[in-house]
């Protein structure tokens, strides 16, 4: 009896690490928005169901261990071939998503969770299959009930924190799912071993296929894109770097996104990076871009913002902040990151880390995106009221934010927001972009002081950044939030009005580009 509850919470750990690793799988593809999110927890409840369902009725019909052990097995073998049957329908998706075909995009994220449908209806038949074994006597039902599930969901905790923490980062998600489906047959080629003998020689070459799987087939790359040069696994993100000609790009996840953009001798790239450092302009003159003595970055990635705020500024101190550890190891190895003595990098979320650092800054911006949302803690009142706390008299704010042409209700919102905490706040399109910039200053301040001050510009200064204040006076944004409510730690629908936003464009406007242009 102790080796089936030893089954229960191997199986129950399997759970939840499918459960994970499944949604790392589809995060490479398909994004890791709320709606893919959702849907992952809610097909895998439903397929648990099923198994619940199936496996009580089977059970009252052949309730011996042999059989359980043998339906453990075949969910490891499902478990280990859920990669291996999701990758050309992935790789497809990948292409799909570069060139937003909708119906084949669709069609691969539903064929992929279809294929968990064996494996994770197999794994919910473990638990009343178990109970139905352990139980000899109606006295104890409740008892054994109890045991069963109890150890069950101590298999499910263990296996909330393994994929992500540990087996994703360490061995990727391909090679997360081999192992957990060859912990799987391995349980029950014991258990088969303890109650047939040597006739569970016949299921050996189970766990031999996936054995084979990770020597001959896991160490493939998760994508094919043209011009990729790298790709890896954090515990937060898919990283890929693409390079064309001398230029490196960053994506992450899905892809629809550059996060950093590199080259070795130039540093305009066009997009939204350089439009960070307009913000601290709308100060009265005169200022210049000397008055400029320290920054910060949230949402640092690897490095295109400090990169090209050190050229402007000169060598001014940048504290960065970036949540994943190795995006930072990618822009020192890739993106010149390790080049920039002035930037001290911070792998930490940046809301903590700003609320914990011990300086003030004259320019902070805020670029932390997993595409297409911000995360919702960096869009509260309460998170600006911190990063005014940290800004010096004459400080500014910049925030980038994702609004199709014509739809600026996110925009509008986080505009509210800002002017629940700052005097001035103002909006500028970044040109050929789904992006718009949003500036708030410490002390009330005037449009025509960013003219101002960008005619006075001294003449050795960088011309990007001349053409940036340019761009900002060329294309401002009338916004309207005076009815709008702030975003509050209490109440913030980022996603939902995020993903509003994507469904307005897609039935309107799916021919335009989606991709941030650098």
């Known amino acids: 009896m102790t080796y089936l509850y030893f089954l229960v919470f191997v199986t129950g750990m399997a759970s939840l690490g499918v459960e994970l690793a499944a949604s790392r799988l589809l995060g490479a593809y398909f994004g890791t928005s709320n709606l893919v999110w959702a849907t992952i927890i809610g097909l895998i409840l439903l397929y648990l169901s099923a198994g619940y369902w199936l496996g009580g009725r089977w059970a009252d019909r052949d309730p011996r261990s042999e059989t359980l052990y043998r339906v453990v097995a075949w969910a490891g073998v499902g478990v280990a071939l859920v990669p291996v049957a999701a990758r050309p329908v992935l790789w497809r998706a990948a292409a799909a998503f570069d060139a937003l075909r909708l119906g084949v995009l669709a069609g691969s994220f539903v064929a992929v969770l279809l294929l968990l449908i064996v494996p994770v209806t197999l794994l919910g038949m473990v638990s009343p299959f178990a ?18 599930y109890a150890l069950s969901t101590l298999g499910s905790f263990l296996g909330t924190f393994l994929p992500d923490l540990l087996l994703v980062p360490l061995l990727g998600t391909r090679r997360t ?15 088969l071993w303890l109650v047939r003998g040597r006739r569970a020689w016949r299921y050996a ?6 054995v084979a799987l990770w020597a001959f087939w896991a160490a493939a790359p998760l994508k094919t894109t043209t011009g990729q040069i790298y790709e890896t696994e954090s515990a937060y993100n898919y990283i890929q770097v693409l390079q064309y000609g001398d230029y490196r790009y960053l994506r992450l996840n899905e892809g629809q996104g550059v996060h950093s953009v590199y080259h070795p001798t130039r540093l305009e790239y066009g997009g939204a990076w350089r439009m960070f450092l307009v913000a601290p302009f709308f100060n009265r003159p005169p200022f210049a871009p000397g008055d400029v003595h320290r920054m910060a ?4 990635a690897a490095g295109t913002v400090a990169r090209q705020a050190t050229a402007a500024f000169g060598p001014l101190p940048i504290d960065g902040f970036e949540i994943d550890p190795q995006i930072l190891a990618v822009g020192r190895r890739y993106f010149g990151l390790a080049a920039l003595p002035n930037l001290h990098a911070y792998a930490e979320d940046g809301r903590v880390g700003l609320r ?7 320019l902070i911006a805020l670029d932390a995106y997993r595409p297409p949302y911000i995360p919702w ?5 309460e998170f600006f009221l911190i990063a005014r706390e940290h800004l010096t008299a004459r400080g500014a704010v910049a925030v980038n ?14 505009a509210a927001t800002l002017a629940s905490v700052f005097p001035s706040v103002y909006a500028v399109r970044v040109p050929r972009t789904f992006n718009l910039m949003l500036y708030a200053t410490v002390q009330p301040t005037a449009w025509q002081s960013l003219q101002a001050n960008a005619a006075a510009l001294p003449p050795d ?3 990007f950044l001349g053409r940036s204040l340019q761009t900002a006076q060329e294309h401002p944004v009338p916004l309207a939030w005076a009815d709008v409510p702030p975003f509050t730690d209490d109440r913030a629908p980022v996603a939902l009005l995020t993903d509003r936003m994507i469904l307005h464009f897609l039935l309107t406007q799916a021919d335009a580009p989606l991709q941030e242009q650098p």
Do not use: C, K, N
């Open 377 to 381: 803690h960096l869009t509260t009142r």
């Open 205 to 210: 070459w189970m766990p031999l296929l996936i």
């Open 131 to 148: 109970i139905r074994i352990a139980t000899r006597q109606a006295e104890e039902s409740g008892r054994v009930a109890g045991r069963i």
């Open 356 to 362: 914990r650092s011990p300086y003030r800054y004259d």
């Open 461 to 463: 200064t960088p011309p």
């Open 401 to 414: 934010v994702g609004a199709p042409p014509g739809d600026y209700r996110l925009a509008d919102a986080l």
């Open 297 to 300: 970055v949230v949402g640092l």
């Open 177 to 191: 799912f081999l192992l957990l489906g060859l912990t799987l047959t391995l349980v029950a080629w014991g258990g």
